[in-house]
């Protein structure tokens, strides 16, 4: 979506993912303007005057308008009923919407191909008429006036946006109690309760009013069963008090609502409860139980979630509420300051949001340029947190260059891979490999470092040893593959998929361009790809130089399950069933202590011999279960070698002798070791080297808070 003069927005665009997008930013940033604008994009929303931006130059004049520009792609089963509209197949739509509605300004109408062209009548006293007769000005205005009805009535999506602070009207009576007779009569005016007796499959409201005995034993056991189905619905997904269930009962004309402990006889009304927990409760009575009906298919715009909930249920509204309510089809764009409500395993969903000059700027990508020197925002954000909650650490880690590298092996890992234990971690930068390896290690988990060709690995395998990890635990692409023309993650990757994904990020860009056009078969795929398609398209848009758009490229490998949504999987999927000959190769690395898997682009790439490679590799993949990381031998690690952690807090225990007042520094890195920029004011001893991730300073901390630190 393109935002132009929209409120705090002058000029810019807004890639939203086909799950979740993340909306990140400091107060005053703009997220709320810019759910706002999204929510305009709506079939029944309209843009005014009033919105136009008062930092352009424009401002004041009535006639000037906001303007959103809306590209769609559209899905598998909508294809042809677009085809059909505008008269060609269409594989990208631009909509704009300004002050006086929808126009479509991409892809041209074949009017004449239209479904809703209609041939002139034959004029009195014509015998015949010219064959495909060119429709008037007035015909082609009616067509374009009737493919904006059928595209607002039918694919236009909802944009729903909901104030998460103000959600006051969701929330199910503060005394947990309702007349049934006037519920019965008019539902749709107490939601909550209509969607409660919903999640527990109670449709038909007259089985509540009961006028005998028998009838009364068949509601108790309704609303019974009810509470059974109710409990299972949100405890499987989502509830910040796991002990707590919702139990629903009935007296004469009164339908009891009641939060009770488990094991407890004694019930409480809902406003005996926290706020959490009755926002919880309002918030996914709400959404599970409209999306099993009207609230699918829509743009969710969701401003600040789970601003109540504690830690525990902000991960579990992340984790588990979200993708159900994705399961409807519903594309979800929240914003948060909350660090557990920013997924750093997903940096594609982040969107950080800065103001600049009074306009909010959005950045599509997950780090920022700003002062602290290309931090991970969410990083950033929660700092303070333990390591391993941080970086999402597990027992396996992988550690790549950047998050497009890690994107693209949780892709590719997550249709081919079998060792589900294993992360893939952004070093964000070549050079801060050892500072990543150091935490995992410090964290006492198992990682290794998976280096571009084109960097230079003695140098950071020197940084390691200053930190004692051992240099095998990390190496260089072209080794791993033993193929020294594979540089970058991108190479790895079949060159069909490579193609295609390349495709799908710069055919809309040309589309946009006058007199560009590209095809996928002349995008280059040798190697290196990364620098090869950089050169095509810089002479492609009669640029100087241009910057591969590797997060665009990685983001359609996103879907670990192959679902819909510009994912690879089963495109992988496909191409590893086409044939009994893998085009993927197990190689062992010259490092006895690990082997790795890695896909390798095609079959000529293995020169002389390949066939019986491909053989070999075949019947060994059988016998070993995928991984794209290392299977550690017991001498690599483990309960055998005394931990870093023991080491350092040591080193720091016997010599609090040599610490003196401590200084303001700044650290960048392992740079700030190896320049023997001290922390906590330790003398130049190199054991005493502090290894920190990133930029942080620490003034007088007291000798009981260091071993702390």
Known sequence: VEFINYRSISEDALDIEHDITCLVGINEAGKSNTLLALEKADPDEELTVAEYSRHSDGFGDPNNSPELRLWFEPDKDEVAGLKEIFGESISTLLLVKTTDGYRVDFPAIDYKKSKFYTPPALTEGTETQTENPEPTDEATQGIRKKVIEELEQNYIPRFLRFDSVNFNEYFLPQNGEVLISQFIAKPDGMKPIKNLLALGEITDFSVLQANDENKRLIRDTLLNNASKKINEEILRVVWPVESVEVRLSAEGDILKIRLQEKDKTSPFRPDERSRGLQWALAFNIYFLAETKDELQQAVLLIDEPGIFLHIDAQKKLLEKTFPKINESGNQIVYTTHLPYLIDS?????????????????????????????????????????????????????????????????????????????????????????????AIVQIEEKQGFGIVDGDENLETLRKKCATVSIPEDRMDTIPTLTNNPAIITIEDILPEDLFRQAVFKVYNPLCLRRRNCSVTETEIPAGYPRVKKVEEFFAAKFHAQKHNFAKMEFASFCRSEDGSAGGGWGEECRAVRAKSAKPRRLLVQSRTPKKSFVFLLPARRSLGAGGEEKIRRAQNQKCEQNFSLVWRALASGGGAGRQSFRSKWVRAFSNKGHHVGKVKEFWFASLRSATNLYWILGVKKNWRFCKIWFEPMFFRNVGNSERLSV
């Open 345 to 437: 395993r997903f940096p594609e969903r982040i969107r950080i949001l800065e103001k600049k000059n009074e306009n909010t700027i959005i950045g599509n990508k997950a780090w920022s340029e700003g002062e602290f020197g290309k931090i991970p925002e969410p990083v950033r954000t929660a700092l303070g947190l333990r390591w391993a909650e941080l970086f999402n650490i597990g027992d396996k880690n992988a550690i790549v260059e950047g998050p497009s590298d890690q994107i693209i092996l949780r892709a590719v890992h997550g249709v081919f891979g079998k060792d589900t234990t294993i992360g893939f971690l952004p070093a964000y930068g070549y050079k801060k490999f050892p500072s990543v390896l």
